[in-house]
């Protein structure tokens, strides 16, 4: 008898361990953003106090949340990001479903040389064509324009490289069959291959989304004039090395992180294979 | 309708001439489906990649002066310019002690929710948030909790008896205290990689060992391990790539301080092309980080594989 219940106890509070640290764990993970969250609702003399209070008196009060909105037009800074990301994310699942399923359906020359530098682009840090887009972007007069915040994020060479990966383990008898009864390559696309083919276009959703929804570096070159500025560029906008209102600071980012927070809580699981994916992406 | 098996010899004449038309229109449509790819291609990567690689061996210090050919003189800058081949060494220090810590704690997590018998869900998706998050907010929320005299790090540093850090403020701490940052950002991203690993091993792996006689301690060293090492060759790859690449962070928090301790190539590049408008001695140190990434990249995998191979 106690040569089966010990391994068992000593199992259980190996278990009892494991869940505590991973509770401790957790703890890290959130804190951070729980102080961010906290921090915004406090009264501005009190955000950055010392000794530092989770709880201070005046909890709840918005009075940053208005500063925040004095500085920068919160509703405008919204729009531009999610209308770049909504223009990003269809035309980025339109032209790589299309893009892809010309890739996996036709043969033709030069169809492996140009999958291939699907996969370069992938490879090349996109720091290296930073400046020739600057200045194809100026000579456009693209500068301060949604078109400048839109146009490199386009397509994306993962996405068409994730789809043809789903494309090319659709059965092919499926796709001949409906060609047989004489269904357009179109027709066959939007009507077969893409509903089927709903996991690998969450995926690309969640990624592409996010990506554009998070990017900074080429908004902060393309865009100079706050009316155009984009979520993580109005971060910045409240915070300089020197000076910076903390209160405004937690307010402005805490607005930028919860809406993204509450999408993934109701689509995590989209969302950690979205993102995991782009590891693929280097 | 020909299909694409039948062998040519058995084919009658229409037949063949069918068949040269389906072909043809494979082609053709092949080429119409892929199109705005190769518009984008050429536009947004290949047009812009030759223009980096022609503007780099140019002069060109004001955006609207014509740019003059000075052949490798930019690259002969590069190797005399000491704050650029520190900050390759800046970023080394931060890979030190991002890429060894994301990948034992990202392994410990994945192993630990492995073996849950409940909760893995929801634990995977608490670990995973900071991916979620901007890194322009987490980059502004951490250079708050990292100050020396307000912060909440020192407080809670105080509170178990360790004196207060410097953190952003100490040339010898501000790179580390980043790369402790992104270890927080990148452990849920790992972990989430190396479960999807752990559960790909076969479970008879493990009944063998342990019939065997194998403790938990050998069946990781030699279950474990071995199997998950490509996923470990990609954690180390893919980290090794992106620290090459951090910008934003000390863009952010210490805008290249505390003496010159946080500069990375890719923020010397953009202070150069876009705040000195020197673009095209940008346009070299640009080129310069891909082969110095590449070459890496191609070393690391080499050194990695053959010191997990088993």
Excluded at chain 1, 226 to 254: C, H, K, N
């Amino acid at each position: 008898m106690t040569a089966v219940t010990w391994p068992r106890v000593a199992k259980s509070l190996g278990l009892g361990i494991v869940y505590a640290l991973l509770a401790f764990g957790s703890v890290i993970m959130l804190a951070p953003l729980v102080w961010m969250l906290l921090a915004s609702l406090k009264p501005p003399t009190e955000v950055m106090a010392y000794p530092p209070q989770w709880i201070t008196p005046g909890l709840g009060t918005l009075r940053n949340y208005r500063e925040a909105a004095k500085l920068v037009d919160i509703p405008r800074v919204y729009f531009n990001s999610t209308f770049t990301a909504a223009f990003q994310v269809i035309t980025t699942l339109l032209f790589s479903s299309i893009v892809a399923y010309g890739l996996t359906r036709f043969r033709f020359p030069g169809r492996d040389v140009v999958f291939t530098t699907c996969l370069l682009t992938m490879m090349i840090p996109s720091y290296v064509i930073l400046i020739p887009l600057y200045m194809m972007a100026r000579d456009l007069h693209l500068i301060n324009t949604y078109l400048g915040l839109i146009l490199p994020g386009l397509m994306s060479p993962f996405g068409i490289f994730l789809l043809r990966q789903h494309f090319m383990i659709m059965p092919s008898d499926l796709v001949d069959a409906a060609y047989i009864d004489g269904a357009s390559d179109m027709r066959i696309l939007f009507s077969l291959v893409l509903p089927i083919s709903r996991a690998g276009l969450t995926t690309l959703l969640v990624f592409t989304a996010m990506g554009s929804w998070n990017n900074f570096l080429w908004p902060s070159i393309v865009v100079n004039e706050t009316e155009m500025f984009t979520i993580p560029l109005a971060v910045t906008r409240f915070y300089s090395q020197f000076s910076t209102d903390w209160g405004s600071v937690m307010a402005f980012s805490t607005a930028a992180t919860v809406p993204i927070l509450i999408l993934y809580f109701i689509f995590q699981r989209q969302f950690v294979e979205g993102m995991a994916m782009s590891g693929l992406k280097g | 309708m020909v299909t694409r098996s039948v062998r040519p010899e058995t084919l009658t004449f229409s037949e063949k001439k069918d068949q040269f038309l389906y072909r043809h229109r494979q082609v053709v449509k092949g080429y119409a489906f892929i199109s705005p790819y190769i518009l984008f291609f050429l536009l947004t990567w290949l047009f812009p990649l030759v223009y980096a690689v022609w503007l780099s061996f140019h002069e060109f210090e004001t955006l609207y002066e014509t740019p003059r050919f000075v052949g490798l003189e930019n690259f002969a800058m590069l190797l005399k310019d000491d704050l650029y081949i520190k900050s390759y060494g800046n970023v080394g220090r931060y890979m030190l002690v991002q890429i060894p810590l994301t990948l034992i704690l990202s392994l410990l997590v994945a192993l630990a929710l492995n073996n849950l018998p409940r909760m893995r869900g929801m634990f995977r998706t608490i670990y995973f948030v900071p991916n979620v998050v901007s890194l322009t907010v987490v980059a502004v929320l951490f250079t708050s909790l990292y100050s020396p005299s307000m912060g909440l790090i020192n407080y809670y540093l105080g509170k178990v008896g360790i004196p207060a850090q410097q953190f952003l403020n100490s040339p010898k701490q501000a790179m580390e205290s980043i790369a402790l940052m992104d270890v927080w950002r990148a452990v849920g991203y790992y972990a989430v990689i190396f479960l999807a690993g752990l559960q790909n091993i076969p479970g008879e792996y493990y009944e063998a060992a342990r019939i065997d006689g194998a403790n938990g301690l050998q069946q990781l060293l030699r279950i474990t391990i071995p199997l998950l090492n490509p996923t470990i060759v990609l954690c180390v790859l893919l980290n090794g790539i992106w620290g090459f690449q951090v910008f934003m962070q000390p863009f952010l928090m210490t805008a290249g301080g505390p003496l010159d301790s946080t500069w990375t190539p890719v923020y010397l590049l953009y202070r150069e092309s876009f705040q000195y408008l020197r673009l095209g001695y940008g346009a070299a140190m640009g080129l310069v980080l891909t082969v110095v990434i590449l070459v890496v990249t191609i070393l690391q995998r080499r050194l990695v594989e053959r010191e997990i191979a088993y």
